[in-house]
């Protein structure tokens, strides 16, 4: 079982920057791919970036550049640090785990979601 929650949302100008955290509580000793997720206004949620157990990250062309995902596995926390924001970026943004096989945001299987946090970026 695991449970994720995050933090970090709010609202910032075009150009700005924000930071995500996330804390990811399990029961297990499994190896989760972590990721990020957002949902935009009347889109669906779309995948922006995961990590996996050895490092590994993958992002969503949209981001590459822009956004780093990182995890810190003594405090447990997952952390999206998001630079050079536009007003596209605006949603509900999504920390989530897999519980399964995949290795990168693309093929992400979300068994886990945590409740979500609103990022707003203003032109």
């Known amino acids: 079982q695991v449970q994720v929650v995050e933090s970090g949302g709010g609202v910032v100008q075009a150009g700005g920057s924000l930071r995500l955290s996330c804390v990811v509580s399990?029961?297990?000793?499994?190896?989760?791919?972590l990721g990020w997720f957002r949902q935009a206004p009347g889109m669906g949620r779309e995948g922006v970036a995961a990590?996996?157990?050895?490092?590994?990250?993958s992002y969503t062309e949209a981001v590459k550049g822009r956004f780093t995902i990182s995890q810190d596995t003594d405090k447990k926390t997952l952390y999206l640090q998001m630079n050079s924001l536009k007003p596209e970026d605006t949603g509900v943004y999504y920390c989530?785990?897999?519980?399964?096989?995949?290795?990168?945001?693309?093929?992400?299987?979300?068994?886990?979601w945590g409740q979500g946090t609103q990022v707003t970026v203003s032109p």
């Open positions: 989530a785990a897999d519980a399964g096989w995949a290795s990168n945001i693309a093929s992400m299987d979300v068994d886990y």
């Open positions: 399990t029961t297990t000793s499994s190896n989760y791919l």
């Open positions: 990590i996996d157990y050895d490092g590994t990250t």
